[in-house]
Structures are given as structure tokens and as C-alpha cells.
């Protein structure tokens, strides 16, 4: 049998992972809403019983990374300790939360999809960036996890790796991760990050302790907004609330991205179907915008791949569609419109299956426009 041939390694002065930035991590006292998973926490850390598996799931943008590096923030730093109020804190000016403020912390390791391009394989370089792969896992996680850690003695951790978006692990990678979850090297500790727990292996979920988060009520996204500095006006405001479902990720997503503008846009053209009528500008309207916002992405994030950057563009596409009839559904008007409210979502999940096909999007997005249109003759 013909010997695999080695895999082709980049050359040492090109970027490796630390060129993708980390968030600095805020107190965990400072997240808001997600009483429950702070509780979770906070008794994990008073018990100096901590699992060296988590999951953090729950719907996209609703701090689940936010709360892990806070969490990490505290378990990284021997400092930790409680204060006066009972609540365990590390010093702010102690030097692993300098390193973990400039992004520059050793044992803290965020595995994302995109570390594909910083990979030492020229292959898994090329990789879509659509899924973690099991090089990714391996090269970025159970490697470095081997190693020893350089964490200054005493903290309740000696290395933390957090995988964003850990539905996307594919299922060697998943399988390649378990022997790590069952036999950590000691003080190791990984969290997963997911809005799709069904989508891990159930044996990685037996292995993890499982830390739900919720939406925000409307009381706690508009502290949050104020505090963040982005309230908007008007018509504009209302939209960008009720677009967000209680999400400060997809509140700012929405907002950076001017998808309100998507809406002003579609609106006239989406009436149209509502009223049975198929509007040939609508498929390519949607195919501009969703080419336009890949493009934006990718300029400012150079290591991204441009398919995954056109499926996420799609993706706020059909949630911003899905969104519009869920609020129809809502608004309760009666005379059959719940139901085609129904057959207009089901036809947008067809899409999005389709584009996970790999189908042509525009073909996929004229098809989307006809079926709309149909869906109040159906």
C-alpha cells in the first residue's frame, strides 16, 4: 500500500492563530440577563468542584462566548478569590488579566472555523470554512492540550479552550475530541459553544456539563443598548428590537450590517407576493444583497473564506425573511394569513437546504421568490 504523503507545512513566517483577535474578557458579574447559567457557574467555582467539560448552549448571540471568557478570566488567574460580597473576582491589574486584555494569553485558546487558515497543513488551509474539521481539532486543541501549560501556579486552571460554533465540528472531529473529554490532562479545560446542541454527539453532551442561556426580556436588551451606545431611532429602533428576539448578537449584527435597509428594500417586493404576485426583481435583489454583504465581510476579515461568508450572508437573508412572517403569524390578522405565513417559512427552510446543497444561489433565490409568491395561491 502507497504511503499517505506528509502533509505540505507552511513556512515559518507566515500567521498562525494568534492573527485571529480575541475578545478581552468583561467581569462575570458585568453579563447581563442569564441568571441561570451564572448561577450554574458561580457554584461551580465556590465548590472547587469544577467539570473539566462544558457546554454553553442556547440561541446565537446571547453571550454564551462572552460568559466563557469571563469564566475562563477567573479560572486562569491564581488571583482569583472572593471579595466582600462573596463573589469570587480576579485582580483586574494582576498580569494574566493584562495578557488576557491584549489577547495575548498562552493557555487560553479560542478554536474557531477559520483557524483552517492559519493551519500548517497547506491542504486544511484550503479548506471552505464551513465546518471545524478534525485537522483543525487536532492541530489547535488536543495537540497544544498535550503540552505543558505555562500558567503561573495556583490558578483552578492551567488551560482553557473554548470551540465557537461547536455544532460545526464535523463528526471525526467530534470523535477525535472525546478521548480528550475523557481523560483531560490535569487542570484542562474545555468549553463548547454552541446554538445547536442536537448537532454534538451524544456522547460528547454525557461528557460535558450542560449550562443552558435564554433570550434577554426586552428590559434587559435595552440596558444593554444603552450601554453599548446603539440606540437608534424611529421606525428603525422598533425593527432592530423585534428582529433581535432578545439577542444583543443579532441586535448589533443587524445593526452594523444595515439590515433594516435589506428590509426597506424587500418590503415592496415581498407585498407583492403576499398578494400571489411573483415578482421577477425580487430573486436577484436578494442574491445582490447577500453578494454584497460576503464581499463586506471578507475585505475586513481577509482569513475568511468567501463560500462561508456567502452562506452567512444568507443565512441573516432568510432569518431576516423568516423574521417578517413569524411578525405576520403575530399580528394575528386572520383570513387563512397564519397559514401562508406557515407555507412561506417552510419554502424559506427549503432554500436554506437547498443552498446547503450547494444549489446556485441565484437559481435558489428566484425559486425562493416564486414560491413565496405561490404560497397564497396554495
Request: glycine share 6%; charged share 25%.
Amino acid at each position: 500500500m502507497a504511503r499517505k504523503p506528509a502533509p505540505k507545512k507552511v513556512k515559518a513566517d507566515e500567521p498562525r492563530a494568534a492573527a485571529l483577535p480575541v475578545d478581552a474578557p468583561i467581569p462575570l458579574a458585568r453579563v447581563i440577563g442569564q441568571a441561570h447559567a451564572l448561577r450554574v457557574l458561580t457554584s461551580a467555582l465556590a465548590s472547587d468542584r469544577l467539570h473539566h467539560a462544558w457546554v454553553f448552549h442556547g440561541p446565537m448571540g446571547v453571550g454564551k462566548m462572552t460568559t466563557a471568557l469571563a469564566f475562563t478570566a477567573l479560572l486562569i488567574d491564581p488571583s482569583s478569590a472572593p471579595g466582600l460580597d462573596g463573589s469570587i473576582a480576579p485582580d483586574p491589574e494582576s498580569p494574566v488579566q493584562r495578557l488576557l486584555a491584549a489577547g495575548t494569553h498562552p493557555d487560553l485558546h479560542v478554536v474557531r472555523k477559520e483557524l483552517a487558515r492559519f493551519s500548517a497543513d497547506a491542504d486544511v488551509q484550503k479548506r471552505k470554512q464551513r465546518v471545524i474539521p478534525v485537522d483543525v481539532i487536532r492541530e489547535f486543541l488536543i495537540e497544544p492540550a498535550a503540552k505543558t501549560a505555562m500558567a503561573a501556579p495556583g490558578a483552578r486552571a492551567t488551560k482553557v479552550f473554548i470551540v465557537d460554533e461547536a455544532e460545526l465540528m464535523a463528526d471525526a472531529a467530534q470523535n477525535a475530541l472525546l478521548k480528550t473529554l475523557e481523560e483531560p490532562p490535569p487542570g484542562t479545560l474545555v468549553i463548547l459553544v454552541t446554538s445547536r446542541p442536537d448537532r454534538l454527539l451524544p456522547t460528547i453532551r454525557s461528557r460535558s456539563q450542560m449550562v443552558g442561556f435564554s433570550p434577554l426580556s426586552e428590559a434587559e436588551m435595552r440596558a444593554w443598548i444603552r450601554g453599548r451606545g446603539l440606540e437608534a431611532e424611529g421606525e428603525r429602533a422598533r425593527w432592530l428590537l423585534e428582529f433581535a428576539c432578545g439577542s444583543p448578537g443579532v441586535y448589533e449584527a443587524a445593526d452594523v450590517s444595515a439590515l433594516h435597509d435589506w428590509a426597506l428594500r424587500l418590503e415592496p417586493l415581498l407585498a407583492a407576493g403576499d398578494a400571489g404576485r411573483y415578482s421577477p426583481e425580487l430573486g436577484p435583489a436578494m442574491h445582490d444583497l447577500v453578494e454584497g454583504w460576503a464581499e463586506a465581510y471578507v475585505k475586513e476579515r481577509p482569513q475568511a473564506s468567501k463560500e462561508a461568508a456567502n452562506h452567512a450572508g444568507a443565512a441573516w437573508l432568510f432569518r431576516l425573511l423568516a423574521e417578517r412572517e413569524r411578525r405576520g403569524m403575530r399580528a394575528g390578522r386572520g383570513g387563512g394569513r397564519a397559514e401562508r405565513n406557515a407555507r412561506a417559512i417552510d419554502a424559506i427552510r427549503r432554500a436554506e437546504t437547498e443552498l446547503e446543497a450547494n444549489v446556485n444561489a441565484l437559481f435558489v433565490m428566484d425559486h425562493l421568490a416564486a414560491e413565496l409568491a405561490a404560497c397564497e395561491a396554495s
